[in-house]
């Protein structure tokens, strides 16, 4: 019996179905090196953005993220959850990446800076396949803070919901308040006044 539906009009109506969902992966993956977009994860982040491309959520509107935790480049065991009652910044980047190099140097002076009024830097290195690149680059910039070893980028899939501030792009930063909650996001390289535009508001909420 015949449907009167072409073979051509079955695939080309499943090829219609499949793209969004190919659009919406590649939208997740991590773009190398690049600002990137302003969206989030997916659902409603009830973020907004400014003119410096930096995304903030306002304190009611805030997720928590997964568990991230694992080995640090230096082989400590690390675990974002055991920071909370601090503000943390999150800094994706990989020894590879040009806007990395630019931008370390202003993450090492802010990390100085704010360390007493309760801020924790931690970096999550991403697609060094050699270590050895990732520890080289670290003692090149005088990193003081430490780094999530995670070559593959499981930490970064797994470590934000759905609906959520995402890093999207190589390097991007991520602020959490001190209730572990993601307040902030920048998907590009950033200078210190831009780094303190993130952080400064969150040391003053009570």
């Not at 219609?16 to 982040?45: E, I, N, Q, W």
Request: include cysteine; glycine fraction near 12%.
């Amino acid at each position: 019996m015949n449907s009167g539906r072409s073979p051509r009009r079955r695939s080309d109506r499943r090829l219609r179905a499949v793209l969004p969902v190919m659009v919406v992966a590649a939208g997740l993956a991590l773009s190398a090196c690049t600002g990137g977009g302003t969206s989030g994860g997916g659902g409603d982040t009830n973020f907004v953005t400014n003119t410096g491309g930096i995304s903030t959520v306002a304190k009611a509107d805030r997720k928590p993220v997964n568990e991230i935790a694992g080995q640090t480049l230096d082989g400590e065991k690390l675990a974002i959850g055991d920071l909370k009652g601090k503000i943390v910044v999150l800094n994706v980047w990989g020894s590879w990446c040009g806007p990395c190099r630019a931008e370390v140097p202003h993450l090492v002076k802010v990390a100085k800076e704010t360390e007493s009024k309760g801020v924790a830097f931690v970096g999550i290195n991403t697609r060094d396949g050699n270590k050895g690149n990732a520890l080289a680059f670290e003692k090149d910039f005088a990193v003081s803070f430490p780094s999530l070893y995670d070559p593959v980028g499981k930490l970064i899939v797994s470590g934000f919901p759905k609906g959520t501030l995402n890093p999207q792009a190589v390097p991007s930063t991520i602020v959490l308040d001190r209730d572990g909650k993601i307040a902030a996001r920048a998907l590009k390289a950033l200078d210190a006044e831009a780094l303190r535009t993130m952080i400064d508001p969150l040391i003053a909420e009570k």
